[in-house]
């Protein structure tokens, strides 16, 4: 049995989702031992636990009973940057990018299995807690030295353009996290390209070639079919 005071310094996991079943669910999985779980079934009561709570982790559902949880998620990011990570049946690839690009970090369509949950709260809380991106960034082979602009795979040193190292740059500030074509054409080539997807997957294609030992079947910059691009984190 832990103390209360190891218990208070645990995460704090907040659950926004109205159903029962769910609810039970995510506190059996993780109000273990390792989490310190809290949930609100309705949006209005998440977002004034949200406050009262100020949790390290956010899981939310979409479909709320009295706001839509992309509501919420954007109410939130007024004034947090806590980690949200959506829980949700919904899978149109528009309504994906519409949390994403309110300001969710992640999503997991329902259903899911608690290993790849605990994996992303893993990841999130790592990149939550890391109040700038490291100088040095690891994974696997691929080492990206920010402060010497400097990309190395294994024991290469790998020559990208101007370009394709702000891609890249942008991708290992939020390793683990899930960027939207739009996020990324708007901060890296500006709003005048929205509407231009083929220059970023051309980017991203001539990236791959350069750091994955087998483009093809990328293991650091992976594919989030019809929403972006997310670079592993390990």
């Not at 273990?32 to 609100?40: F, K, N, P, W």
């Not at 390290?56 to 990011?77: M, N």
């Not at 709003?191 to 483009?215: C, G, T």
Request: glycine share 6%; proline share 5%; charged share 30%.
């Amino acid at each position: 049995m832990k103390s209360e005071e190891a218990k208070a310094n645990l995460p704090r996991v907040l659950v926004i989702d109205d159903e029962v079943a769910i609810q039970r669910f995510l506190k059996t999985a993780l109000d273990t031992g390792d989490y310190s779980v809290h949930l609100a079934d309705s949006a209005h009561t998440g977002l004034a636990a949200a406050v009262a709570v100020r949790p390290d982790v956010i899981l939310i559902d979409l479909g709320l009973p009295d706001l839509d949880g992309v509501e919420v998620i954007r109410r939130v990011r007024e004034w947090s940057q806590v980690p949200i990570i959506v829980i949700s049946v919904r899978e149109r690839e528009d309504e994906k990018v519409q949390a994403l690009d309110a300001g969710a970090d992640d999503y997991l369509t329902k259903p899911f299995g608690i290993g790849e949950l605990l994996a992303r709260i893993k990841v999130a809380l790592r990149r939550s807690l890391q109040q700038a991106p490291q100088p040095v960034f690891q994974s696997g082979e691929l080492r990206v030295d920010l402060p010497h602009r400097r990309v190395t795979v294994g024991d290469e040193e790998v020559q990208l353009t101007p370009t394709e190292y702000e891609l890249l740059r942008m991708l290992v500030t939020h390793a683990g996290k899930v960027l939207t074509h739009s996020q990324i054409l708007r901060q890296i080539w500006g709003v005048a390209y929205l509407e231009q997807p083929h220059v970023l997957r051309v980017n991203i294609s001539n990236l791959r070639r350069k750091i994955e030992s087998d483009a093809s079947r990328p293991r650091y910059i992976l594919t989030e079919a019809g929403v972006g691009y997310r670079l592993k984190s390990e």
